[in-house]
């Protein structure tokens, strides 16, 4: 645990914030907590961690529910996984992450899907989240890519659909339209989304990708009246953006975006399913993997709830 003290011999340690430093602000919520009810930790945050260390630390902390990724479940073997998941009691929030149609192999795009959608259904993850893919080297069609990634989408529904995987289309910044995701808005995600049937493409509501949108209210709105929310996914907003700017995601409450509104959103619009705590930031990384779980929870406490 991260703590300092100003006075080693008469004071209390002061539990602190990671990566800030700073001294919490509230004491970290015990295991079975009601206000950690809906708390998930999705894998990226402790991204050092391997997929048992996670499912270790949850329990830990008294988090009920985590968001897995491909490749530390593949380390594992799919297998093993599942079961590890399943005697944990844990719930799986979403498995990450799936998509990148736009790739220009789309035969080996679709295949890598399908065993994705495999992989999914056999850990018992409701959704499986897709980021679409960014544009290809030399093509500025950007309307034609979209549309051709609509096409590839439309081939995995019925597949998902038959395995009881709902696909969750992310819209990721307009700063990733070119490398990640030529969704860039959660109005177009749920465009795309809207040409099939809700139980079987939702969206992931991702408050570091949409945070800034004006629309973002309304278009909240609109996917919880269509009951399209399959994710709601926490994180800030951190300034400087770092060199890469995939690893600017902060803990809650380090940034410039609302996260408890966005929050109070996804709920007035009908959603009650897990809050997913996803961070890409190397200092959150490098910092000791339950004291990162302890920050999560204080966080969500005081600035997400």
């Not at 645990?1 to 006075?7: G, I, L, Q």
């Not at 960014?134 to 069609?141: A, I, L, Y």
Request: hydrophobic residues 45%.
């Amino acid at each position: 645990m991260s703590t300092v003290s100003d006075d080693a011999t008469t004071a209390a340690p002061t539990v602190v914030d990671v990566p800030s430093g700073l001294p919490a602000a509230i004491p970290t919520p015990r295991p079975g907590d009601p206000r950690l009810s809906r708390l998930s930790l999705n894998q990226a945050t402790v991204k050092y961690w391997s997929l048992s260390q996670a499912v270790d630390g949850c329990l830990r902390a008294g988090v009920p529910a985590i968001g897995v990724w491909r490749e530390p479940v593949a380390e594992m073997g799919l297998a093993q996984a599942a079961r590890l998941l399943r005697r944990s009691g844990l719930r799986v929030s979403s498995h990450c992450r799936a998509g990148f149609l736009t790739d220009p192999d789309r035969a080996a795009a679709l295949e890598d899907n399908r065993r994705a959608i495999d992989e999914a259904a056999e850990l018992g993850a409701p959704c499986l989240v897709m980021v679409l893919g960014g544009m290809p080297d030399g093509d500025r069609d950007l309307v034609g890519i979209r549309e051709r990634a609509a096409d590839a989408l439309a081939e995995l529904v019925p597949y998902a659909a038959e395995r009881g995987v709902r696909l969750a289309l992310e819209a990721l910044h307009p700063m990733f339209c070119a490398d990640r995701a030529v969704l860039s808005t959660l109005g177009q995600a749920l465009d795309l989304a809207e040409r099939f049937d809700a139980a079987a493409v939702g969206v992931v509501v991702d408050a570091y990708h949409v945070w800034w949108d004006p629309q973002v209210w309304e278009q909240i709105a609109r996917a919880g009246a269509g009951g399209r929310i399959a994710s709601f996914q926490a994180c800030d907003w951190e300034l400087p953006i770092p060199s890469d700017a995939l690893l600017g995601r902060g803990m809650v409450g380090d940034g410039h975006a609302d996260v408890g509104a966005l929050r109070r959103a996804v709920d007035a619009a009908g959603y009650d399913g897990d809050i997913e705590v996803e961070i890409f930031n190397k200092r959150v990384w490098e910092a000791d993997g339950d004291d990162v779980v302890a920050t999560v929870a204080r966080r969500h406490v005081q600035h997400v709830l």
